[in-house]
């Protein structure tokens, strides 16, 4: 069908130039035309293979083929943890990720079974053999956090992440706000509310996370590292106190936002919408089995149109949290989210 429009459009073209050729015809004029028309016969004779689109592409309506670039998938060392007292090796995500076809890997920080830099380069040796990507590094620490003693220390942990990340090769580190210290029942995944410890305010630890991370974008902009706070729950459930602290850092070229299709109260699709126009990379939750402390179910098709819309071409990574086997479910998520970013 596309390559009977592209001959008629050759055509038409053809026509267009026989015209000028009849109105200008000095041998040089003769010449060009000539030598053009050649290459639109040998156009059209290609064939139709040949003048297929490639992947990722499409036809305008010039008849002119457009290239849009493709989304990435990774998949979260997470997925196939959960946080179980046995770590599951992260060689092992890597080896599955080249398996079922992702382009890389996020690695989860807590779930490295060492900190030496042999076990670094050795992750990072099998990422390249495997031919993935390894561009993010989740961490986890605390701002919301009376004692500036501890916030220290959560601080110093974040610039110990930022040099692990240099050594593994990775860009991009993912950040929280962190959160009052409460418990987290489900209703706390339906409200979002937290309730600041007696003698403080919200407005004192939004200024907490601010300053925090101001010391870590110190050394991430020395060693060229992206820090991508994300809507994870605590302090960041209220999107605009989110929205208050990234727009307090952005003039830093380290400062990024790395947006969850699933940390939201209340309908996800609208703050998702609010968020991916800033967002630099996007985690993608799926719940096979039943989510351990809540799950949604989350309409792809229309994420994915959200997405295009505001124009996301970064990695979208996978965090599988339902019950079922990341054997299964992993593979699962990977087709669900091929197809609905048709990529």
């Known amino acids: 069908m596309k390559f009977r429009k592209l001959k008629s459009i050759i055509k038409l073209k053809l026509e267009i130039m026989s015209n000028t050729f009849k109105k200008n015809s000095?041998?040089?004029?003769?010449?060009?035309?000539?030598?053009?028309?050649?290459?639109m016969g040998a156009a059209t004779m290609a064939s139709p293979m040949l003048m297929a689109e490639p992947k990722g592409s499409s036809m305008n309506s010039d008849g002119m083929i457009t290239n849009q670039k493709a989304i990435r998938l990774l998949v979260s060392t997470y997925c196939y943890w959960h946080f179980e007292k046995i770590k599951y090796p992260i060689e092992k995500v890597?080896?599955?990720?080249a398996r079922i076809g992702f382009d890389g890997v996020e690695i989860l920080q807590v779930q490295m079974e060492s900190e030496d830099v042999a076990y670094f380069n050795k992750l990072k040796k099998l990422a390249f053999d495997?031919?993935?990507?390894l561009p993010f590094l989740s961490i986890h620490q605390n701002f919301v956090e009376p004692d500036a003693l501890?916030?220290?220390?959560?601080?110093?942990?974040?610039l110990i992440?930022?040099?692990?990340a240099v050594q593994l090769g990775i860009p991009a580190i993912r950040l929280n706000t962190g959160s009052w210290p409460v418990e987290r029942t489900p209703e706390y995944f339906k409200t979002g509310i937290a309730e600041p410890l007696p003698g403080y305010t919200d407005r004192d630890a939004i200024?907490?996370?601010?300053?925090?991370?101001?010391?870590?974008?110190k050394l991430a902009e020395r060693e060229g590292i992206l820090l991508c706070l994300e809507n994870h729950w605590g302090l960041s459930s209220d999107l605009d106190i989110l929205m208050e602290i990234y727009n307090a850092l952005s003039s830093?070229?380290?400062?990024?936002l790395n947006v969850d299709t699933g940390n939201y109260v209340g309908d996800p699709y609208p703050q998702f919408k609010r968020l991916v126009k800033h967002a630099n990379i996007i985690q993608a939750k799926t719940y096979y089995g039943g989510g351990t402390s809540y799950d949604l179910d989350l309409d792809y098709d229309r994420i994915a149109k959200i997405m295009r819309e505001e124009n996301f071409t970064g990695y979208v990574s996978l965090e599988m949290e339902g019950k079922e086997d990341p054997e299964t479910a992993v593979p699962k998520s990977y087709a669900m989210l091929r197809k609905a970013l048709a990529v």
């Open 26 to 39: 000095s041998p040089s004029s003769r010449r060009k035309w000539l030598k053009d028309a050649a290459l």
């Open 130 to 133: 495997n031919g993935l990507a």
């Open 207 to 217: 200024n907490w996370v601010i300053d925090s991370m101001g010391e870590c974008l």
């Open 94 to 97: 890597i080896e599955n990720a």
């Open 161 to 164: 992440c930022i040099r692990q």
């Open 252 to 256: 830093s070229p380290s400062m990024g």
């Open 150 to 158: 501890l916030r220290k220390l959560h601080i110093e942990h974040t």
